[in-house]
């Protein structure tokens, strides 16, 4: 029922930055939650970050601090902005939104020195 298509992920060294963004298909996305989730190897997919359609968001508290959920519904996008990244943060990054249960393909975000 929407797209949702990420983007922005790559190699980083530690305590670098990366911004991912996810670009959704529709015309009601200012009203979507949106969320990034994100899986590495042999661990279960968890949830990293959450906004509302007004704007409210929530961290997971691996991340607090570090991490910042965006959104700019003028362009149907969702950013999740990572700076002091660690290499326990390497993971398949993926968009979500629950309003729609649909995900996106996923990024790759490696952190290594």
């Known amino acids: 029922q929407v797209q949702l298509v990420e983007s922005g992920g790559g190699l980083v060294q530690p305590g670098g930055s990366l911004r991912l963004s996810c670009a959704a298909s529709?015309?009601?996305?200012?009203?979507?939650?949106m969320t990034w989730y994100r899986q590495a190897p042999g661990k279960e997919r968890e949830l990293v970050a959450r906004?509302?359609?007004?704007?409210?968001?929530n961290y997971a508290d691996s991340v607090k601090g570090r991490f910042t959920i965006s959104r700019d519904n003028g362009k149907n996008t969702v950013y999740l902005q990572m700076n002091s990244l660690k290499p326990e943060d390497t993971a398949v990054y993926y968009c979500?939104?629950?309003?729609?249960?649909?995900w996106g393909q996923g990024t790759q975000v490696t952190v290594s020195s």
């Open positions: 906004i509302g359609g007004g704007g409210s968001t």
């Open positions: 979500y939104t629950p309003t729609w249960s649909s």
């Open positions: 529709g015309r009601l996305f200012g009203s979507m939650i």
